[in-house]
């Protein structure tokens, strides 16, 4: 039986823009869990921000209701399960503007990318905080909205950057927005 991690690095590495090396760590700490106590991860390109380390400290032992947090060997990286079902790298690339969904979770806005071949794994990376954080969920074995939840607090000391998740309301010139000329009732 296929691991869901593992497809992942295979089915999503181009789509993501994620260094390869990342991805590549993500696949081999659920395949080499057995092999070892700790999780062997990679460190993402950015692992060295003092603000990573702030997340670090402040990542909860439990996500999910029941997904306990495990060891890993590399800096700035968080993972839970066992098996391993969540796993976290700060420090990744902060994301441009994109048209993938964007959800506010207590205060911190993710961009959710899940391919439709594979509907198991779900990409969850920050926008609008520096440097950038992303945890990759097995949805079969985990909620990624309870697991976001629970990493609101740790993430939220992340600098916010200013960009944060909009609507299509939001957007100049759509019904909703403040640049939308308001109709006054009339008497």
């Not at 990542?59 to 997904?67: A, F, I, N, S, T």
Request: overall charge negative; hydrophobic content about 35%; charged content about 20%.
């Amino acid at each position: 039986m296929s691991n869901p991690s593992s497809r992942l690095s295979a089915r999503l590495r181009p789509r993501l823009r994620v260094p390869a090396l990342v991805l590549v760590g993500a696949g081999l700490a659920t395949t080499l869990v057995g092999c070892s106590q700790a999780v062997p991860m990679q460190p993402a390109a950015g692992a060295n921000d003092p603000a990573c380390a702030q997340v670090t400290v402040h990542l909860p032992e439990v996500v999910d209701d029941g997904q306990d947090r495990r060891e890993t060997d590399a800096q700035a990286t968080g993972a839970w399960g066992s098996p391993t079902s969540v796993l976290l790298h700060c420090g990744v690339e902060t994301p441009a503007v994109s048209d993938l969904p964007c959800y506010d979770i207590q205060g911190v806005d993710w961009l959710v990318d899940q391919d439709p071949d594979d509907a198991e794994t779900s990409i969850l990376t920050t926008y609008g905080r520096e440097p950038g954080v992303q945890v990759i969920v097995d949805t079969t074995k985990a909620n990624g909205g309870n697991v976001l939840r629970d990493l609101a607090d740790a993430v939220g000391y992340l600098p916010n950057d200013g960009k944060e998740c909009v609507g299509a309301g939001d957007l100049p010139g759509s019904a909703g927005s403040a640049d939308e000329p308001t109709a006054t009732p009339t008497p």
